[in-house]
């Protein structure tokens, strides 16, 4: 049986990403959810980076691109089991209306992790291309950055963690 063709235009275009990373579980959920890890990765020049890993919870990073141009991004936590699973909104500020939802997954698989990026409900097929090759840039910086020590977040406060960086 196929799809009826005239729903064809409800549905949003969506990726999975499959990596293997050399580190247990706990340390990548915890690049994922440590705003001073997230910095290490996240992109070429970190503004700030807040996280409140908990169902309601919600996170806010910045990043400046190499170019020069700003990005910011935040959304919503849905979803959150510890070392497992992680799903939260995907909002970027210049476009709000384009929410879209992300659901991260850490399985371990004998020293390392097998993770799973979803990323659903995106605005069109080039807003797909792009988030793929941010994602897949991004997952890049992250392998290089869980082979080395992360230093602690600068701040924690009943679970919420917020770390400010500037002139990087």
Do not use: C
């Amino acid at each position: 049986m196929s799809a009826d063709p005239s729903l064809k235009h409800l549905t949003k275009p969506s990726l999975t990403i499959r990596r293997r990373f050399a580190a247990p579980p706990a340390k990548v959920y915890g690049a994922w959810t440590d705003p001073a890890k997230i910095a290490h990765w996240w992109g070429s020049e970190t503004l700030y980076a807040e996280a409140d890993a908990r169902v309601g919870g919600r996170y806010r990073i910045g990043m400046r691109t190499a170019d020069g141009e700003q990005h910011d991004v935040s959304g919503v936590y849905h979803q959150v089991v510890p070392n497992e699973k992680l799903v939260f909104s995907w909002a970027w500020r210049t476009t709000p209306e384009r929410e879209s939802l992300v659901t991260l997954t850490f399985r371990r698989d004998g020293d390392g992790t097998l993770f799973t990026l979803t990323h659903e409900q995106l605005f069109d097929g080039a807003a797909r291309d792009r988030h793929q090759a941010g994602w897949n840039a991004g997952l890049d910086r992250l392998e290089k950055s869980l082979a080395r020590p992360m230093e602690e977040a600068d701040e924690t406060t009943l679970g919420r963690q917020t770390t400010t960086f500037r002139g990087l």
